[in-house]
């Protein structure tokens, strides 16, 4: 009986020993020591946030006690648009992720993994799509994507991704953790590229300025607010058209995903209320409406930001931009729509109609109250002088004598031009 009590204490012994160790193995991969941390935020900000599915909160968010492993992230604005990608959290890692919703290729975004490093002087790995992108590390060319660079530890970096026809990407690296680092980078197209001021030209003569109908107003399109209708908005502060063209590095861009481009591209990199244009025209002529208030003075706004130096806008400056994909041409249609809009803000006045005394037997005409030789007499008008045409009736023209006097003279005795 003693044997077995012995065997039974020495199994419950093993037994206990055994489930300590199973506690320990699965219960440290969710332990503080070893969990990761994950970070997301967005621009705008209040984006939902998904992981493997399940709704988290909204940017910007952060878990620090996540186990080690890949996870399925998804970020989501209210219309429903989103991004989705796997993003992996290592022990005692960092990863970083900050997402644009902007639209097709004008959205933006980075993932940045740091891990424990092994050595005194860590490394970065950077890819970026598309890739072939120039890598700088304050401001010193290092080589292009896909890069593996060697960091000097307790050290801060500033680092940039160049490529033609995307927009600058940079961000600060801090090196003073012995963490090494993998990026990974989605660069946005500059919807700006290939500005050039177009002079000298030729629009065609148009007989209809552009109807408040012709116009895509910003609440088909835009991301925030509906602007204002044409009718309710006064131009009188726009005199000159200052004409601009715009080509994408890549071919088949949609309007409509640069026109969102650029809108998120003006608040989030120039900093500015609103996009910086009056109007915006496509390749086919339909017009857009471009900042959402008239009178507005855009040579009070910074276009300093384009290395092009294409944009000088004066105080009475309206300045109208003509979107290209690459390769495409300014047709006759955009011309015909240039004349017609420019009509709409600063339309030509009218050539005034004028009615010249000819000679009478008497050396002066009579200016009646009516169109008939029954009418009171008002005043007189002379051979030689011209006055404003007003209004016709048989053998009788209406003028304009001043700013208070009207009437009606023979018109046998005077020609109109």
């Not at 160790?21 to 939902?48: H, I, M, Q, T």
């Not at 599915?53 to 080690?68: H, M, R, S, Y």
């Not at 390749?283 to 944009?311: H, N, P």
């Not at 041409?329 to 005394?357: C, F, H, N, W, Y």
């Amino acid at each position: 009986m003693k044997k077995l009590l012995t065997k039974f204490t020495f199994f419950i012994i093993v037994l206990a020993v055994f489930a300590l160790a199973v506690y320990r193995l699965f219960s440290s991969a969710s332990s503080p020591s070893k969990a990761g941390s994950l970070e997301v935020s967005s621009f705008p900000s209040n984006l939902s946030v998904f992981l493997d599915g399940i709704w988290q909160g909204e940017t910007p968010w952060v878990n620090n006690d996540l186990v080690p492993g890949f996870y399925s992230l998804k970020v989501e604005d209210e219309n429903y648009s989103s991004w989705e990608g796997k993003v992996k959290v290592s022990e005692r890692g960092l990863t970083q992720v900050e997402r644009s919703l902007g639209e097709g290729d004008f959205g933006w975004g980075w993932v940045a993994s740091w891990h424990t490093a092994r050595q005194d002087q860590e490394r970065l790995a950077v890819t970026s799509v598309p890739s072939g992108a120039r890598v700088f590390l304050d401001g010193e060319e290092e080589g292009q994507t896909p890069l593996v660079i060697d960091l000097i530890r307790n050290d801060i970096y500033l680092f940039e991704l160049r490529l033609d026809g995307y927009q600058v990407f940079s961000l600060e690296l801090n090196c003073e953790t012995d963490k090494g680092l993998i990026l990974d980078a989605d660069l946005a197209l500059d919807p700006l590229w290939q500005s050039t001021e177009l002079k000298n030209v030729v629009l065609p003569e148009v007989s209809q300025a552009l109807s408040e109908g012709d116009i895509e107003q910003r609440s088909v399109w835009e991301l925030t607010s509906a602007g204002c209708q044409e009718r309710n908005c006064s131009t009188s502060a726009w005199k000159n058209l200052k004409l601009y063209q715009v080509e994408m590095e890549k071919s088949k861009v949609m309007v409509s995903d640069w026109l969102r481009g650029l809108q998120g591209y003006s608040e989030q990199v120039l900093q500015l209320s609103d996009i910086p244009f009056a109007y915006l025209i496509d390749a086919s002529g339909k017009v857009y409406q471009g900042v959402d208030k008239k009178d507005v003075d855009f040579s009070a706004w910074d276009f300093s930001w384009l290395d092009s130096g294409a944009f000088e806008v004066k105080a009475g400056d309206y300045p109208v931009v003509v979107f290209l994909s690459a390769g495409e041409k300014m047709g006759d249609g955009v011309k015909e729509s240039v004349a017609r809009l420019r009509q709409l803000v600063s339309p030509v006045a009218a050539k005034k109609v004028m009615v010249t005394i000819g000679q009478t037997p008497t050396g002066f005409l009579n200016v009646r109250s009516g169109p008939s030789l029954n009418a009171s007499i008002i005043g007189k008008v002379y051979p030689g002088s011209s006055y404003e045409f007003l209004e016709e009736r048989t053998g009788w023209y209406k003028i304009r004598i001043d700013n208070q006097v009207q009437g009606w003279v023979y018109a046998q005795y005077a020609e109109k031009s």
